[in-house]
C-alpha cells in the first residue's frame, strides 16, 4: 500500500532520501505528494511565487531512474527542495520579491542552486520574501504578504518567510533562504523550524541578488538539525566566482552531530536577557538554557557591551550597501521599464517609482545620505567602527566559551499588519539577531517550545565562533534531541 501524501510531507529530509535510495518510496511519489500539498495549502499561506512543477517532476524522474540503477547522488537525491526568490535559477521566475524584476528570466543558476541540483535534490520553485529581503515579516513582498502556519493571522518572519513557512506546513523538506540581519533566523524561530547562518564566506553568494554585500549569507532551513546540517554540508565551499568565499574546507557536520552537550560552555550575554524580551519568549529561552546545565553542559556568564548599538549601526551599513547595489535596477537591461517615458531621466525614475516599492526606497535614501560628502564620516564610518567593536566583543566572549547562546526575537510571530506603520518597531524585532550578521559569525535558530499564552513556537538562538558550525550543531541537536520535535503546525 502507497504512503499517503500527507505522510509522506512530513517525513524528514534524510527519512525522505534513504525512503528514496530502499526504493520504499520514489521521489515522482514525493514530488507529487509536495505539489499536492502546496496546490491545497498555498492560497492561504502565500509561501510560493513560482512552482515549477514541469522542472520538478523531470528532476523526479531522473531521480527514480538513479535510484532503479542502484546509484545515489547524495542523501538528498530525489527530495523535494524550494529556494527563496533570491537566487537567480535558469528560466524560471527570479523577483527578489519586487515589481522591479517582474518577469525575469535570467540565463543560469545561483551556485547554490546547481549544488542543490548536482546532489540530486528537487527544486519545486521559488518562495516568497520581503522585497530585496529589506524586512522583517514578508509583508514587503511586491506580490502578496506570507501567512505563518502555526496562526494565518500571523508573520512568518522575514525576509525569508516563505523558506521557513513551507517548510514548517509541509510543502517541501527543506528551503534555502537568505540571513542579512535575520532574516533565516528570525522566521525559523516565528515558524517552528531550523534555521543556519553560516559564516560569512562559508556559502557562496553567486547569483544571490544582492541587498547588504558584506551582510549576506545563504542558508537552510528544515524541521530538523541534522536536516539542515545536510543542506549546509551540500551547499557550502568555496566558489573561484564569488571574491569572498573562503578557500576552508568544510567541516563534517553530521560527524560530532550526537556528541551531546556534555562538556561544551554556553555563554549567556547577559546583555539579552536583562530586559526587553516577552516574558513567554524570557521563560522558554531560560528553560532551554536549564536544560543545557542538566545535560551536562556550563553556562558562562559573558559580556556584549557594545551590542545595544548593533540597530544604529545595521541601518547604516546595509542601507549604505543597498543604495549601491540598487542602482543597478533601471529600466535599461532586465526588469520592468516605464512606458512612454519622454527620456531617459524620466524612465529612470519612472521606472524605480513604479517597480520600488516602500522600504527599498526608504533604505536607498537612508544609505545615500549617510555616504553622501559631509555626512560619510559621521555617519558610514562611525558605524563601521561600531561594527569592528561587536565583532571584538565576541572575540572576548568565545575566549571563555564554545557557543553563545540567547533569544532569537524579543516576541513570537506578531500580527501581520501590526508594525507596517512603524518601521522603527519593524527593525527592533531583529535586535538579537543582528549583531551575529555585523561580526561574520554563525548563528542558528533551534525551536526551544512553544509559549505558554499563545500556543506559538519560540527560538533559541546559538552563535559561534568563526566556521564553527559542526559545534552549533551538536548544542542545537542536544537540545533538539532532550525536548523533542515540536507539533505539527494546524492545518491551513
Given at each position: 500500500m502507497s504512503t499517503p501524501a500527507k505522510e509522506l510531507c512530513r517525513l524528514g529530509l534524510r527519512e525522505a532520501g534513504a525512503g528514496v535510495a530502499a526504493k520504499a518510496i520514489s521521489?515522482?511519489?514525493?514530488?507529487?505528494?509536495?505539489l499536492a500539498r502546496i496546490q491545497a495549502t498555498d492560497g492561504k499561506l502565500g509561501a510560493f511565487l513560482a512552482v515549477s512543477a514541469d522542472r520538478a517532476r523531470a528532476a523526479a524522474k531522473a531521480a527514480d531512474a538513479r535510484a532503479a540503477r542502484g546509484e545515489r547522488r547524495s542523501e538528498l537525491d530525489g527530495v523535494p527542495v524550494a529556494v527563496k526568490d533570491i537566487f537567480v535559477t535558469k528560466g524560471v521566475p527570479t523577483t527578489a520579491g519586487s515589481r522591479i524584476l517582474e518577469g525575469y528570466l535570467p540565463p543560469y543558476d545561483a551556485t547554490v542552486v546547481e549544488r542543490l541540483e548536482a546532489a540530486g535534490a528537487v527544486i519545486v520553485g521559488k518562495l516568497n520574501m520581503d522585497e530585496f529581503a529589506m524586512g522583517s515579516s514578508n509583508e514587503n513582498s511586491a506580490y502578496r504578504p506570507c501567512h505563518n502556519p502555526w496562526d494565518l493571522s500571523r508573520t512568518p518572519g522575514g525576509s525569508s518567510g516563505g523558506s521557513a513557512a513551507s517548510v514548517a506546513a509541509g510543502q517541501v523538506h527543506a528551503s534555502l533562504g537568505t540571513d542579512t540581519g535575520g532574516s533565516i533566523r528570525e522566521p525559523a524561530a516565528f515558524c517552528g523550524v531550523v534555521g543556519v547562518k553560516p559564516t560569512y564566506g562559508r556559502v557562496s553568494r553567486y547569483g544571490v541578488v544582492a541587498f547588504a554585500s558584506s551582510l549576506d549569507q545563504v542558508g537552510p532551513l528544515a524541521r530538523e538539525v541534522g536536516d539542515a546540517a545536510l543542506v549546509l554540508r551540500t551547499?557550502?565551499?568555496h566558489d573561484p566566482r564569488d571574491m569572498t568565499s573562503s578557500t576552508r574546507p568544510v567541516d563534517d557536520y553530521l560527524g560530532p552531530l550526537e556528541e551531546g552537550a556534555r562538556g561544551l560552555r554556553v555563554g549567556v550575554p547577559r546583555e539579552w536577557l536583562s530586559g526587553g524580551l516577552d516574558a513567554g519568549v524570557e521563560a522558554a529561552i531560560r528553560a532551554a538554557l536549564d536544560t543545557y546545565r542538566r545535560l551536562g553542559a556550563t553556562l558562562v556568564d559573558v559580556s556584549l557591551p557594545h551590542s545595544k548599538y548593533g540597530i544604529g549601526a545595521y541601518y547604516l551599513i546595509a542601507p549604505a550597501e543597498a543604495s549601491s547595489n540598487l542602482a543597478r535596477y533601471d529600466g535599461v537591461r532586465f526588469g520592468l521599464r516605464a512606458?512612454?517615458?519622454?527620456?531617459?531621466?524620466?524612465?529612470?525614475?519612472?521606472?524605480?517609482?513604479r517597480g520600488l516599492g516602500a522600504e527599498p526606497k526608504r533604505r536607498i535614501m537612508l544609505g545615500t545620505y549617510a555616504l553622501s560628502s559631509g555626512y560619510y564620516?559621521?555617519?558610514?564610518?562611525?558605524?563601521?567602527?561600531?561594527r569592528t567593536l561587536i565583532r571584538r566583543?565576541?572575540?572576548?566572549?568565545?575566549?571563555?566559551?564554545d557557543v553563545i547562546a540567547g533569544p532569537v526575537t524579543p516576541s513570537v510571530a506578531f500580527r501581520l499588519g501590526e508594525r507596517t506603520g512603524d518601521p522603527l518597531q519593524m527593525y527592533l524585532a531583529d535586535i538579537f539577531t543582528i549583531t551575529c550578521n555585523l561580526a561574520a559569525l554563525p548563528g542558528l535558530s533551534v525551536p526551544c517550545g512553544l509559549e505558554a499564552g499563545s500556543g506559538l513556537p519560540v527560538g533559541l538562538q546559538l552563535v559561534g565562533r568563526p566556521f564553527d558550525e559542526a559545534t552549533l550543531f551538536r548544542a542545537a541537536r542536544a537540545l533538539e534531541r532532550e525536548l523533542g520535535p515540536l507539533p505539527a503546525p494546524p492545518e491551513p
Open positions: 521521489s515522482s511519489e514525493l514530488v507529487e505528494a509536495s551547499i557550502a565551499g512606458e512612454g517615458a519622454k527620456g531617459l531621466k524620466e524612465m529612470y525614475a519612472e521606472s524605480r517609482e564620516d559621521a555617519y558610514y564610518l562611525r558605524a563601521q567602527k561600531v566583543d565576541f572575540d572576548e566572549a568565545f575566549r571563555s566559551c
